[in-house]
């Protein structure tokens, strides 16, 4: 029997909205995720050109019918009354995700993470999708490891997942890079807490979570993603092991 709050990893196939019933009340310390987007109704399919391989624009099959709504008990439930809640969140949701979380928190805030390789615009119109919104909710008593002033800003800046930590295959197209999601880890949790994500596509926030010693629940619903989570996460737990021994 196992025990997503005592066990080290925890890692849950199926629909998230169903398993996160198996997760006991106040017992999250930091729920970070990367939700659908709900963006297929403005995408126009991949870009095609004769002179290199296609860039992705498509939709994902997954990336539909999400509301933050369908999340907000269950989300609540689980968390700590200290703990942090941080989101990937698309355009188009933010005024969502603010008008359900912002009178449930003490503070709504939003974190931008700026890529320094996007999509590029061939016909330069309009900009460049460069920088993607992460909503950041916490209560008093919330965790924060800050050091200095210049580490508190509310941006983080890499490029997109590259080669090699990009997996080939499955080929997931919205993996998040590992440095952004330990440096949210690193300084809204500490070591031994519990990290949940819900939505973990191919697990790099499992990933993050182990490299920096803490708990982790992962739950995803595609099972192919799911198989690749479990693998790259169980690595970095062995990594993590032999780099303390
Ligand atoms: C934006 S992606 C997350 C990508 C992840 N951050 C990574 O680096 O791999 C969202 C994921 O949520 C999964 N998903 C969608 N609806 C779900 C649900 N109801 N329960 C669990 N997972 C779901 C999708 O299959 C997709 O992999």
Redesign the pocket.
């Known amino acids: 029997m196992t025990n997503p709050v005592t066990d080290e990893l925890t890692l849950l196939q199926?629909?998230?909205?169903e398993?996160l019933r198996q997760v006991p009340d106040a017992s999250v310390d930091l729920l970070l995720?990367?939700?659908?987007?709900n963006l297929s109704p403005y995408s126009t399919g991949n870009m095609r050109f004769k002179w290199r391989a296609d860039i992705n624009n498509d939709l994902?099959e997954?990336?539909q019918h999400?509301d933050p709504g369908?999340i907000q008990d269950e989300f609540l439930r689980v968390l700590k009354p200290t703990g942090n809640l941080f989101a990937?969140c698309s355009y188009n949701l933010l005024g969502r995700w603010h008008e359900i979380f912002d009178p449930l928190f003490d503070t709504f805030q939003f974190f931008v993470w700026h890529k320094t390789n996007p999509v590029p615009k061939i016909r330069k119109q309009g900009f460049l999708n460069s920088c993607e919104l992460i909503v950041c909710m916490w209560n008093k008593q919330h965790t924060w490891n800050f050091g200095r002033q210049n580490e508190m800003h509310n941006f983080f800046e890499s490029s997109i997942?590259m080669s090699p930590e990009r997996l080939k295959e499955p080929k997931?197209?919205?993996?998040?890079p590992v440095g952004l999601?330990k440096h949210l880890i690193g300084i809204a949790s500490n070591p031994g807490d519990v990290v949940l994500?819900?939505?973990?596509?191919?697990?790099?926030?499992g990933v993050a979570a182990h490299a920096l010693g803490r708990r982790f629940i992962g739950?995803?619903?595609?099972e192919e993603?799911f198989d690749a989570?479990g693998q790259r996460i169980r690595k970095a737990q062995s990594e993590a092991t032999t780099a303390t021994a």
């Not at 199926?14 to 909205?17: I, K, L, N, S, T």
């Open positions: 199926g629909d998230c909205v398993l995720t990367d939700p659908p987007y994902a997954w990336d999400f369908d990937f997942c997931h197209p919205t993996q998040k999601l994500d819900p939505f973990m596509g191919v697990g790099s926030t739950m995803e619903l595609n993603y989570a």
